[in-house]
């Protein structure tokens, strides 16, 4: 089951709270069809390069893309792998 209207959702949230050089956003939902989680919400990818994330380590880039997420982590989004740089780690 795809969610285009959360995968848009998503980037937009991204891109404002951000201001990515580069974002992607990938509905994974079908490749998780009949996971129990599933019902939960969908699974996403995020690919996101961002000058924020300068002298961030790992976890701390993600809590930050959870925190501009906001409410979609407890409501829409049950899985999402992120992938986040900087424009000098590109």
Known sequence: MS???LSQEIHARLQAALSPESLEVQD?????AGHA??????????RICSSRFAGLGRVARHRLVYHSLGELMQ???????IDASTPQEN
């Open 28 to 32: 994974d939902s079908h490749l998780h």
């Open 37 to 46: 989680g599933a019902r939960e919400g969908g699974h996403y990818s995020v």
């Open 3 to 5: 969610h285009p209207a």
């Open 75 to 81: 409501q829409g989004i049950h899985a999402l792998a």
